[in-house]
């Protein structure tokens, strides 16, 4: 078997991810990519691993956040995005957020020039035929309809899905400093990794009043009983949960003093964070919206620093299509009634760049494990990335299953009583004392 091909359907976090770890246990790969003969909605390039909403990773500090953790966990799995990432990461504060041109080239350089790697561009409108062999569905949540359908049928059950929405990007030549300055939340990273706006009790009010009078794209029928993901919500939804959602959310003020007027506190703060390396080009942080093109220009730029902002691009809304994963996949992400087949990434019920890759990296492991005919060994779930596997394949209830970020609430209880304070830390060094067993105890297998 370790002639035949694995094939790998999707191109990007999870499926360049899945096919780089089975090119590192010496199994050929097939990456059928269906950009640029046919684009999403959402997708700017042809590009493996294209970063569509934002460019952060979150967190990257792993004693103290899940995600940081799992960042840590996949480094020490060889993992190409989280190897990718760190090449090319910009300041971000405590967070990992890359240079995503150079991220995506990255990824793809790495496929392409690797000779265990054959990259076919086309659409595939069905899921494959046995005679593939073992194939990992990584489509993403732009999957296209006919594939959907294929996989609907095949599964034997409607696929669920949920609306993501991307933030604008400015031109940084086209922000005021005057207005703005630079500086992280209590001065993390570099102490200056973001560009603030500050508003007063005025401006936010008008802000607020200005989103929710706005005109906002209008959704098609099919699109009318859609949930958001409540991780990625449109600023405008947010405004309409409350008057001060936002200064509670991605316009909180704190830990920040404006050193135009040092004595006076923002009422609220809106932040940029750098997108590319080059620092020319920086995102609207938590502002995800679908409100139409030209009322994002208007109200945008009523923002302290942003009267006179260019906008590289404006915010939009993509449908994201996610499959009931507790129900339909075993243990090591096959489905159940078609063997052959394993879903990695965000189709599976992760959410986020990272948990979609970490979904990956396993569906890649997994399957170069099988074959070679050895025992599959499943990461524990004190680990970041077992905790994940766990919950999406059968830790989540089927009724009510939803997407999910990792979260230490997913991890199992620690053995031993420990404070508050000391809980995160404890959790964090034990998963990577198990990761580090597994990587060893799995690396011996390949």
Not at 377 to 391: E, I, N, R, Y
Request: glycine share 6%; proline share 6%.
């Amino acid at each position: 078997m370790l002639n035949n091909p694995v094939h790998v359907i999707g191109g990007g976090l999870a499926g360049s991810e899945a096919a780089w770890q089975l090119v590192n246990s010496n199994i050929p790969v097939i990456i059928h990519e269906m950009r640029p003969i046919k684009n999403t909605q959402a997708h700017q390039t042809d590009r493996f691993a294209e970063l569509v909403c934002s460019n952060s990773f979150r967190s990257d500090e792993a004693k103290k956040s899940a995600i940081g953790l799992l960042h840590e966990e996949m480094r020490r799995a060889s993992s190409l995005i989280l190897k990718s990432a760190d090449l090319n990461r910009v300041p971000a504060g405590g967070a990992l957020a890359v240079d995503r041109d150079h991220f995506s080239q990255r990824v793809q350089n790495s496929l392409e020039n690797h000779p265990l790697v054959t990259i076919i561009r086309e659409e595939l409108t069905s899921l494959p035929p046995k005679s593939w062999g073992l194939t990992i569905v990584a489509t993403g949540p732009l999957t296209s309809e006919p594939l959907a359908q294929s996989i609907q049928k095949t599964a034997e059950v409607n696929s669920l899905s949920f609306f993501d929405a991307i933030a604008p990007i400015v031109n940084r030549e086209s922000i005021n400093m005057k207005k703005a300055w630079f500086q992280s939340r209590y001065d993390k990273g570099e102490g200056s990794d973001y560009i603030n706006c500050p508003l007063s009790v005025e401006q936010y009010e008008k802000f607020i009043e200005e989103l929710l009078e706005a005109d906002i794209v209008d959704f098609k029928t099919w699109e009318q009983d859609t949930p958001y993901f409540e991780g990625c919500l449109p600023i405008e939804v947010m405004a309409f949960r409350g008057p001060q959602t936002l200064r509670y959310g991605p316009m909180k003020p704190v830990g920040l003093t404006n050193p135009h007027n040092p004595n006076v506190k923002p009422y609220a703060v809106v932040q940029l964070r750098q997108d590319n390396k080059l620092a020319t080009l920086f995102n609207l942080v938590g502002f995800q919206t679908k409100l139409k093109h030209k009322e994002q220009i208007r109200i945008f730029r009523s923002i302290p620093g942003l009267e006179n902002a260019t906008f590289e691009r404006l915010g939009g809304l993509h449908r994201n299509t996610f499959i009931n994963s507790p129900r339909l996949l075993d243990e090591t992400l096959r489905l159940k009634n078609c063997m052959q087949i394993r879903f990695a990434g965000q189709i599976t019920g992760c959410e986020g760049y990272v948990e979609s890759a970490a979904i990956g990296l396993l569906a890649g492991r997994f399957a170069a494990s099988e074959m070679k005919g050895q025992k599959i060994v499943l990461p524990p779930k004190s680990t970041a990335m077992g905790s994940l596997l766990f919950h999406i394949t059968s830790g989540a209830f089927e009724q009510t299953f939803q997407p999910m970020n990792i979260n230490f609430g997913l991890f199992p209880p620690l053995p031993q009583k420990v404070t508050k304070k000391e809980r995160k830390p404890a959790q964090t060094k034990r998963a990577l004392a198990d990761i580090n067993e597994w990587v060893n105890t799995t690396s011996k297998l390949t």
